[in-house]
């Protein structure tokens, strides 16, 4: 027999419900279940795609006052918050929220029924305020942006959890980029297969060329264009885990003497080096929107004449490049995007594809080839994150439950932006014409579909 209820927990049901009403709307009305902390439901469980989790009497007050969603996010994180079920469609709840909250009447309701919950019960329950790591990259009033040193330190943030961690969920060749489903029915490591040969036939790879990569990763694409296409290459990374992940996993396949990997910042490139063909998989969001014509500048140095560079990474939306008082409330008061920069990419930033392929051309690279594969990222995101909660156990005894939840969420909510067009995954090809303007490509692009 269940204890009866104190008549202050009493209050703070009907206050919780309250604050879920004004926040989410009717019970009857939502879509999904609520859960309570005295195990009581909120509107309708059963066929619902999730359930929000409120563990503790004062989660809500913690969550929602002041509503933002970086707050909702932290009440994850710190485990006042829960959700079981698909966490893709219950990362629509912050723009839900946001919809609800815009009027200052709400807002005073809300605020006024939140007060009237517990305040400390969190820390007494040990679910402490969460630290975004990221911070350290944040430190100073004026902090100047993309310095070599920043950088680094932002790209070890990321990449360093450790390969163990990444391995857990990338697949077998450890490729941490959208894959390519060219039929539909592939699994996670069929379409990353797919998706390297896709790259390297567009860059028209032959024997004997010389390729750099530029953000190598674990040297997956290195390896695969030396077996497949017979190059030799230079693959150059920030991380030095990475590093020695990728050097480790070139000797093994006996291309040591036919790839190098260095840990070297793409602006240090040597003026010397020349290369048939370059490459950059997923890391142009972390060069940032002032420095992409260095970045772009980089690669046409290195690159021979008539030589071919294939830029692979993510852009905001065109139907999302809005501006005004909605853009600006959404950024700053209710701190969207404020999760990814604390927590998962210090200091990236995503440019449109118009801004990205100006700053390629005024750096003499012409534009040969642009391909949006964002349904393939909604692909990819969710094999990785239902292999990431199915092996929930080994990823929280190598990185704890806080990094495990960190990128659990980071990877559902990245979903829900590529599915709705904010975000896109966009590959260009791009060429250094030769002295006369011509470039040796094929007619048509016949080459690259070929069965």
Request: hydrophobic fraction near 40%.
């Amino acid at each position: 027999m269940s204890p009866v209820p104190r008549t202050h927990d009493v209050r703070a049901l009907a206050r919780a419900r309250e604050a879920l009403t004004i926040v989410f709307g009717p019970a009857e009305r939502r879509g999904f279940g609520v859960r309570l902390w005295d195990d009581s439901i909120d509107g309708a469980e059963g066929a619902a795609p999730f359930t929000l989790v409120v563990r503790r009497p004062g989660a809500l007050r913690r969550a929602l006052l002041p509503p933002s969603e970086l707050a909702l996010v932290e009440a994850y994180l710190r485990d006042d918050l829960d959700v079981e079920g698909d966490l893709g469609t219950a990362g629509r709840l912050g723009d839900l929220a946001a919809a609800r909250l815009r009027s200052p009447r709400a807002l005073l309701r809300l605020a006024r029924v939140l007060r009237a919950l517990p305040s400390d019960d969190g820390d007494a329950a040990g679910a402490q305020r969460p630290t975004g790591t990221g911070r350290r990259v944040h430190r100073g009033r004026v902090a100047v942006m993309h310095t070599r040193g920043r950088d680094a330190t932002a790209v070890r943030h990321h990449y360093d959890v450790g390969n163990d961690f990444y391995a857990l969920w990338l697949g077998r060749r450890s490729l941490y980029s959208c894959a390519y489903f060219p039929i539909g029915t592939e699994d996670l490591d069929a379409a990353q297969e797919v998706k390297l040969e896709h790259i390297c036939r567009k860059l028209r790879l032959s024997p004997g060329e010389h390729l750099l990569d530029i953000g190598c990763g674990w040297g997956g694409l290195l390896e695969y264009a030396a077996t497949h296409h017979g190059v030799s290459g230079v693959g150059i990374t920030l991380s030095a885990p990475q590093a020695d992940a990728a050097r480790a996993r070139l000797a093994a396949a006996g291309l040591d003497d036919r790839v190098r990997i260095e840990l070297r910042d793409y602006r240090d490139i040597p003026p010397d080096w020349r290369f048939d063909k370059v490459v950059s998989v997923g890391m142009r969001e972390h060069v940032g929107a002032a420095r992409l014509p260095a970045y772009f500048a980089a690669a046409h140095q290195a690159l021979r004449p008539g030589g071919l560079f294939l830029d692979h990474g993510i852009v905001r939306g065109g139907s999302f490049e809005q501006r005004g008082a909605v853009t600006w409330m959404k950024r700053r008061l209710w701190k969207r995007d404020a999760f990814i920069q604390r927590y998962v990419f210090p200091d990236g930033e995503l440019v449109p594809l118009g801004t990205l392929v100006g700053d390629a051309e005024h750096t003499g690279l012409e534009v040969r080839d642009v391909e949006n594969l964002r349904e393939h990222y909604v692909r990819t995101l969710r094999c990785w994150v239902e292999r990431l909660e199915h092996a929930h156990a080994e990823a929280v005894a190598l990185v704890g439950e806080h990094t495990y939840r960190v990128w659990r969420l980071y990877m559902a909510a990245t979903t829900l932006g590529f599915a709705s067009g904010r975000l896109t995954l966009v590959q260009t090809l791009l060429a250094k014409p030769l002295a006369d303007g011509s470039v040796s490509v094929p007619p048509s692009r016949a080459d690259v579909y070929r069965q």
